[in-house]
């Protein structure tokens, strides 16, 4: 650290400075101020984290070892086209009492940060307390981090006075990311005597409401803050809004393209050779079969990642979405319990899938329960009904096999709730917790899993009639009401997942 005799604490005339404060950025539409928030704290207090979950990019460098950033950073957030607020990413101070001392010797001065960047911008001791102040004297907010899980140290007041006398509008942000709390207490009561607000907030765990809920907490730092920060807060819930139809978008056509996907192999007469060899073909269409679902289930998964701007991914190999599709542990998670399958099939007279059906040339062999029961247990048996029919058909020295549309009544529902559970943990995963040490053994746990089933199970017996009737038509590719009534369905449960009205079930 420098010591006081590195600071310039003379009070000599400067020569007049021009100001550092640029015109402020304002909204293309309304004529507001964009707000521009620097984000400080000790070396190692979660920074960068706290700047990709708030920005949504989890792209953004994050080290676990202290002091890591060196540099000044922007972050903008840039909805349609316009920014609707920057993050600036700062180093942790390099020389507090230095500075804070040079502050208390110079208090006179309306634009301490600006009038400290005059003395010591080009003095290298100072390098990293020029950087983070420099955004300050352009006129930038402060929202500093601190770890709530550490005792609060001599530098850590240090740099709350300091941050104090630069008159700035100013949140703090307890990060803690521990369950452990004990210093908490002394950390509010400290960080109220220099802060217009002070909020708990995880980075490695927020949720969207919890970020718009700090958004909102920052109108309290400056009233004259407040236009600005309304309009930004209404940008983010209408590019949320958006979000989620854009995800009901894909969910609706992967139920529409999963349920009328049919596959299918022609296969010369005199190259089948025995019935074993016919019964390997349909083997082989089965698979076929299941890989296409799987392969229509990724695709989707993809768009809703890329709705959420998610580049870093990880799911636990314990989680249903790391589970094949058609695996146990799916099955018996996911989608209705066999009476309520029952009772919505009934009213949408869905097919049950269970008969499977061999038609050579249009003529209906008795021959279905055979065959039906060699596809159940290639596929695996929801519910007690074979996924998909099998038919084939003779002609002109061939035989055409075929297999689809699915037509068992209860796959749609366990394929709907694991898509949804997709999009609830591409909905509540922070962009930040790519640093997060998982296997620390104080971590913050996740939450408690209320229900440990999917989501369409709790829906009422109108909404699982509705459904069903829209599989049943998805299944024949024809056009049907229940569609958009379906679609006003998925958007009530990812906005009750948006606010935790619904419980995201992000351990399952």
């Known amino acids: 650290m420098a010591t006081a005799s590195r600071v310039q604490t003379d009070r000599q005339p400067r020569p007049k400075r021009r100001s550092n404060r640029p015109e402020p950025a304002r909204a293309a539409d309304t004529g507001v101020e964009s707000p521009?928030?620097?984000?400080?704290?000790?070396?190692?207090?979660?920074?960068?984290?706290?700047?990709?979950t708030l920005t949504e990019n989890d792209r953004i460098a994050i080290d676990k070892r202290a002091g890591t950033t060196t540099t000044t950073d922007e972050y903008p957030v840039i909805i349609d086209g316009r920014t609707v607020m920057t993050f600036i990413d700062t180093p942790g101070f390099q020389n507090p009492s230095d500075v804070l001392e040079w502050f208390q010797a110079h208090a006179e001065e309306t634009d301490l940060a600006g009038a400290f960047l005059a003395a010591h911008g080009d003095n290298p001791m100072f390098s990293h307390d020029c950087a983070l102040l420099r955004p300050v004297a352009k006129g930038a907010g402060i929202i500093l981090v601190v770890d709530g899980s550490k005792r609060i140290k001599e530098k850590d007041r240090t740099e709350m006075e300091l941050l104090r006398l630069t008159g700035r509008p100013r949140m703090a942000i307890l990060n803690n990311l521990s369950n452990v709390n004990k210093h908490m207490p002394a950390w509010q009561d400290a960080l109220n005597k220099s802060f217009n607000s002070v909020r708990e907030f995880n980075a490695h765990r927020a949720t969207y409401d919890e970020r718009i809920a700090l958004l909102g907490a920052l109108k309290a730092i400056d009233q004259r803050w407040e236009p600005m920060l309304e309009e930004t807060i209404r940008a983010f819930r209408e590019d949320w809004a958006r979000r989620i139809e854009q995800s009901t978008d894909t969910i609706i056509q992967l139920m529409k393209e999963a349920l009328s996907k049919r596959v299918t192999r022609i296969v010369k007469v005199d190259e089948i050779e025995s019935d074993d060899h016919r019964e390997a073909i349909k083997q082989q269409l089965t698979e076929a079969l299941q890989q296409a679902l799987r392969q229509l289930e990724v695709e989707a998964q993809q768009r809703i990642r890329a709705h959420f701007r998610h580049n870093v991914w990880d799911v636990p190999a314990t989680s249903l979405l790391a589970k094949d599709l058609f695996s146990e542990e799916v099955e018996e998670a996911l989608g209705l319990r066999q009476r309520q399958v029952a009772m919505a099939g009934a009213a949408a007279g869905a097919v049950s899938g269970g008969v499977i059906d061999l038609g050579l040339g249009g003529l209906s062999f008795g021959t279905g329960a055979l065959i039906g029961g060699l596809v159940g247990g290639a596929l695996g048996v929801l519910g007690g009904a074979a996924l998909a029919k099998i038919d084939i058909q003779r002609t002109l020295g061939v035989e055409r096999f075929s297999m689809g549309p699915v037509t068992n009544p209860r796959f749609p529902f366990v394929l709907l709730d694991r898509i949804i559970l997709y999009a609830a943990r591409a909905m509540n995963?922070?962009?930040?917790?790519?640093?997060?040490?998982?296997?620390?053994?104080?971590?913050?746990?996740?939450r408690d899993i209320k229900h440990k089933r999917g989501f369409t199970e709790e829906l009422s017996a109108e909404d699982h009639r509705t459904l069903a009737r829209?599989?049943?038509?998805?299944?024949?590719?024809?056009?049907?009401?229940?569609?958009?009534?379906?679609?006003?369905?998925?958007?009530?449960?990812?906005?009750?997942?948006s606010h935790s009205d619904i419980d995201a079930r992000v351990g399952i």
């Open 429 to 446: 995963w922070s962009h930040g917790r790519q640093a997060a040490d998982e296997t620390a053994p104080n971590r913050v746990p996740e």
């Open 470 to 497: 829209f599989f049943t038509a998805a299944r024949r590719g024809k056009e049907t009401p229940h569609e958009d009534q379906s679609r006003a369905i998925v958007v009530t449960i990812l906005q009750g997942l």
């Open 36 to 52: 521009v928030l620097a984000i400080m704290g000790h070396p190692n207090a979660g920074k960068s984290s706290v700047v990709a």
